[in-house]
């Protein structure tokens, strides 16, 4: 079975400053890993995706993730929070079946001028 | 190119009136999801179509929701008897093919449906 957990619902950062949003997987095969950012009265952007390429993956406006296995982990970082990614970013699973994506929860980020 | 669109953007109704979603895809595109967002909750699946296939509604909540996608383009959700804790957005997302672990689903804006 495939889940996610976003361990934090809320992510306060400093403009300028890095970012990291955490994210923890379970898959019981090589999953599909993806971001998804949500902007207020917007749909859903894909950040980035993951697919058993290269484990660093980039992403659009300087946002980028690592693939551990070894942790079951694909946190999204970027070195420097513009006030533009304030938003609400969730991290995705790919399963299997009609229900082939699995969403976490979410992580509210916002950034202080 | 245009992307997936949605109407109406807000829809308020009273509890037991029935409730029409729609949906437009992007063109081509051939797999449709319908999704459900509540406050402070990622995002529940409800129901897939695929084609002309018969759409999988595993997910939907309940009998009073219902979907139907018309000539493999544009999708309605239903929802009969509405109750207050059908309040959400309810987002859709058409994608180029199924069963690729690589594809991407391209959201739209959401409906978000308030019943009072």
């Known amino acids: 079975a495939q889940s996610v957990t976003q361990l934090d619902s809320h992510v306060s950062v400093s403009e300028g400053t890095p970012v990291l949003l955490r994210c923890n997987y379970s898959s019981s095969y090589s999953p599909s890993l993806f971001w998804y950012v949500q902007h207020p009265n917007k749909g859903l952007q894909l950040l980035l995706k993951?697919?058993?390429?290269?484990?660093l993956v980039k992403g659009i406006n300087g946002f980028e993730a690592e693939f551990k296995k070894s942790e079951t982990s694909f946190h999204l970082t970027k070195p420097s929070a513009h006030m533009s990614d304030a938003a609400e970013y969730f991290c995705v699973v790919s399963g299997t079946g009609a229900n082939n994506l699995f969403f976490g929860t979410g992580t509210r980020l916002t950034v202080i001028p | 190119g245009a992307g997936v669109s949605q109407s109406p953007s807000n829809k308020v109704t009273e509890k037991g009136k029935d409730v029409e979603l729609r949906c437009d895809p992007i063109?081509?595109?051939?797999?449709l999801y319908w999704y459900r967002q509540s406050l402070g909750q990622g995002l529940e699946f409800l129901i897939y179509?695929?084609?002309?296939?018969?759409?999988?509604k595993s997910g939907l909540p309940s009998d009073r929701f219902s979907a139907e996608r018309t000539g493999g383009s544009v999708s309605t959700l239903t929802i009969q008897r509405t109750q207050q804790e059908d309040s959400a957005v309810y987002l859709c997302?058409?994608?180029?093919?199924?069963?690729?672990?690589?594809?991407?689903?391209?959201f739209g804006p959401g409906t978000r449906l308030t019943v009072t």
């Open positions: 997302a058409s994608s180029l093919t199924f069963g690729q672990a690589s594809y991407e689903q391209y």
């Open positions: 063109s081509g595109h051939t797999a």
């Open positions: 179509f695929q084609g002309n296939s018969a759409p999988d």
């Open positions: 993951y697919t058993s390429a290269a484990t």
